[in-house]
């Protein structure tokens, strides 16, 4: 920490000012204690730059959130650490905050020893701050990350990543790669800022982005498993509106090569883009080698190769079966049931996880049942109406999905259709499940009159 820091209150109770004041006293290597009422801050703002603000919010206090989105708009400001101290503001409230960029909140009645261990952190976090935008000014001469944009430069990609994964592995800790892309729905893509923008919302201040492409772009998600990738894919979505969306595709990084990584980014991204709103994990183009060799060849094309093979072998008997044709078909087997066993774990079971917790907490009333395998279900119901989402793997390369509501023993099939199970992915899974929660209580609401 500095030397001296000076620590500013704002509050408009007098005596809450007086009382973090005498505690604060304790503080070392503290120089100033300034304060002011709300109304009065901005005021004392031009041209003084303190250490560490010190909020009272009371009452969800609109003028103390305005106070903070405000002051974070401001260059100067951007990373000025802000403790809020919260006194019967609503969740919501200090969700807000936090959002606008608050460090930390304390509730009231306050502590000696908790007001002075998190103004110590905050006093940290502005030295660390200072530390990592000096750090970044360098970089930006560098070449290596844009000045306009602050993401990483095409030219330092490769280096980035592999330094990134270098670090990953290190530690022994999880982590994931997007490789994303906009849609052909994209309005007027004419400069990559918008999106690259649009995906700084969507990503924590920990997560890199890196410029693969013109129009292509490497997010690094540290410490991220994949259910955690595709929740970020499905905020990016969200983010870029109904008028457009993007495609990815997505690694979690373990032992596999570098250059297989890009590899399999590259081939899961082409299939992603035969679709909108399409995340493919890449690591369905693995094969289970020891050396995590890449299985290229898109998984459509084996079958076709496989059905070829047949005709001609009907159609001339005397033609042998060779041994490769035969490891082939195997393979081919082996790795599709794979794949769609790592489908069941990153996309099926928690979507039927997070539809489950929902609605548990919404409706009470509501009995709930799933089941995860080559048939998973997912089941709601209430009051006689019952509606379910049935998910049937034929063992190859198409799933079989069910929706339907029953009301009295009519049963009503609403959709049936054979897909790709590669293409099902987060959103595609999850838009179907919520359409189908939805006509099943508008079901109920009109059994209800």
């Known amino acids: 920490m500095a030397d001296v820091n000076t620590v500013v209150i704002i509050s408009n109770r007098q005596e809450l000012i007086n009382q973090i004041s005498q505690k604060l006293v304790l503080l070392r290597n503290l120089d100033k204690i300034k304060s ?17 603000l010190i909020l009272h919010c009371d009452n969800n206090n609109a003028q103390a959130i305005n106070l903070i989105k405000s002051l974070k708009k401001q260059e100067i400001y951007k990373n000025l650490p802000i403790l809020l101290i919260n006194e019967n503001c609503s969740r919501e409230v200090i969700i807000e905050a936090f959002d606008n960029g ?26 660390l701050n200072l530390s990592i935008e000096s750090q970044t000014n360098f970089l930006t001469t560098l070449g290596v990350v844009q000045p306009d944009t602050g993401v990483y430069t ?28 906009p849609d052909k729905k994209y309005p007027n893509y004419k400069n990559p800022k918008e999106f690259i923008e649009i995906i700084k919302k969507s990503i924590r201040l920990n997560d890199s982005i890196i410029i693969k492409d013109v129009d292509q772009f490497y997010v690094y998600l540290q410490k991220t498993k994949l259910n955690g990738a595709y929740s970020v894919f499905e905020r990016i979505n969200t983010n870029l509106g109904i008028d457009s969306g993007a495609n990815a595709g ?14 399999a980014l590259d081939a899961a991204l082409e299939k992603a883009n035969e679709n909108t709103n399409s995340l493919i994990v890449a690591s369905d183009f693995y094969s289970n080698t020891a050396d995590n060799k890449i ?21 001339n008997p005397s033609a042998p079966l060779n041994e490769a044709q035969n490891n082939f078909d195997k393979n081919s087997v082996r790795l599709f049931n794979q794949a769609y066993q790592r489908k069941l774990k990153v996309v099926i079971a928690p979507v039927f996880k997070k539809y489950e917790n929902i609605l548990k907490i919404k409706r009470q009333d509501f009995a709930i049942n799933t089941y995860i395998g080559n048939k998973s279900l997912f089941s709601v119901s209430s009051n006689g109406v019952n509606a379910s ?5 034929d063992g190859m390369q198409n799933a079989l999905v069910r929706l339907s509501i029953t009301d009295d023993e009519q049963k009503r099939l609403f959709e049936t259709e054979s897909v790709d199970f ?12 919520s359409e189908l929660i939805d006509k099943f209580i508008i079901v109920l609401r009109k059994k209800a009159q």
């Open 295 to 315: 299985l290229l060849e898109n998984p459509k094309n084996i079958i076709e190769k496989q059905k070829e093979n047949k005709i001609i072998n009907e159609n």
């Open 36 to 52: 002011c009422s709300i109304e009065e801050a901005q005021n004392m703002f031009e041209g003084f730059n303190p250490n560490v």
């Open 422 to 433: 590669t293409i099902l992915d987060y959103r595609k899974v999850s838009l179907m499940l």
């Open 250 to 263: 997505v690694v979690e990084i373990q032992e596999q090569k570098f250059e297989d990584i890009k590899e």
């Open 102 to 127: 608050i460090s930390d909140v304390l509730f009231m009645p306050i502590i000696d020893y908790e007001l002075l261990i998190r103004v110590i952190w905050c006093l940290q976090k502005n030295e």
């Open 154 to 181: 095409q030219k330092y990609c490769d280096e980035f990543l592999k330094n990134e994964i270098a670090q990953t592995r290190k530690y022994s800790q999880r982590a994931c790669v997007l490789l994303i892309a």
């Open 389 to 393: 989402m049935a998910i049937e793997y």
